[in-house]
């Protein structure tokens, strides 16, 4: 069972910077893909950046390319996003995800994260 649990969401102007965290379970971590989607009410779940757990690769959507970075803490089980240069149009909640099976030789990416946690909400205001 995939159990992810995300802090850190919150208020900010435009321009500031917020840090997300997400605990995993010691199961759901190892050698996973993990990641972030978000969610803006009446519209799809977007992909924001994911990990490759015990690889380091990296993926990021266009939109946040430059601004956003994924990170992990391999002692802790636990995956982070610092986000700097906020946007208004970067308000959403902000899901912990994780690949619900990654065996069978199936790549990690945006595509491949399809369990998430309850979510943190993102605020930024112009």
């Known amino acids: 069972q995939v159990q992810l649990v995300e802090s850190g969401g919150g208020s900010v102007q435009a321009g500031g910077s917020l840090r997300l965290s997400c605990a995993a379970s010691g199961s759901t971590y190892s050698n996973n893909c993990m990641g972030w989607f978000r969610q803006v009410m009446g519209k799809e779940r977007e992909g924001v950046a994911a990990v490759w757990i015990g690889v380091g690769k990296t993926y990021y959507a266009g939109s946040v390319k430059g601004r956003f970075t994924i990170s992990q803490d391999d002692a802790k089980h636990m995956i982070y996003l610092q986000m700097d240069s906020l946007k208004p149009e970067d308000t959403a909640m902000y899901y912990c995800?994780?690949?619900?099976?990654?065996?069978?030789?199936?790549?990690?990416?945006?595509?491949?994260?399809?369990?998430w946690g309850q979510g943190t909400l993102v605020t930024v205001s112009s």
């Open positions: 995800a994780a690949a619900r099976d990654m065996t069978g030789g199936r790549l990690c990416g945006l595509n491949a994260l399809d369990a």
